[in-house]
T-cell receptor, first 115, second 110 residues
């Protein structure tokens, strides 16, 4: 158990719909990272939050948004879903001292299937 | 940005065999992690190893930061070792985000 909690574990929805994925970081970790793992794309960084503020952005689609709340949990919102959004979405957290030396710990992922 | 290359892409072993997985990276780093993604999709931390050698049971890892590579050794492989092994290093900028290699898919046959 990494200490990072993600819900839901599985989600099946239809094209055009909107879903919200939730992540609770490890106790004491201020940074939350979101990654997408598609079959043909590997693990791709989407976005990072540090203590409530957006810190880094990857190839995140405009249809996707995220936020980190005062209690440090984070949500990833995916809207106008397309078939190609089907993927495993991971959340990770770290202490992140800002020196690139923090160890990242991953949740079990949310598997999204868009039909 | 930094590039991460893993080899081999695929590996099939008989139970009990040993193997070495390699991770090359294109720029100097002060952090490197190895992960195992099991068949259920879970990403499990194996090693945090910016330099030097670490051992954990049948697994060990060595990172030679000056030569920009890391090796993961699996000895006496078991079927439960099957899955995908990823190495990951920080991208540029002090955000802590990791860039992943494409992984090595390991299948251990009984």
């Amino acid at each position: 158990d990494s200490g990072v909690t993600q819900t839901p574990k599985h989600l099946i929805t239809a094209t055009g719909q909107r879903v919200t994925l939730r992540c609770s970081p490890r106790s004491g970790d201020l940074s939350v990272y979101w990654y997408q793992q598609s079959l043909d794309q590997g693990l791709q960084f989407l976005i990072q939050y540090y203590n409530g503020e957006e810190r880094a952005k990857g190839n995140i689609l405009e249809r996707f948004s995220a936020q980190q709340f005062p209690d440090l949990h984070s949500e990833l919102n995916l809207s106008s879903l397309e078939l190609g959004d089907s993927a495993l979405y991971f959340c990770a957290s770290s202490v992140d001292p800002g020196t690139n030396t923090g160890e990242l710990f991953f949740g079990e992922g949310s598997r999204l299937t868009v039909l | 940005g930094i590039q991460v290359e893993q080899s081999p892409p695929d590996l099939i072993l008989q139970e009990g065999a040993n193997s070495t997985l390699r991770c090359n990276f294109s720029d100097s780093v002060n952090n490197l992690q190895w992960f195992h993604q099991n068949p259920w999709g879970q990403l499990i931390n194996l090693f945090y190893i910016p330099s030097g050698t670490k051992q954990n049971g049948r697994l060990s890892a060595t990172t030679v930061a000056t030569e920009r590579y890391s090796l993961l050794y699996i000895s006496s492989s078991q079927t439960t070792d099957s899955g995908v092994y990823f190495c990951a290093v920080p991208s540029s900028g002090n955000t802590g985000k990791l860039i992943f290699g494409q992984g090595t898919t390991l299948q251990v046959k009984p």
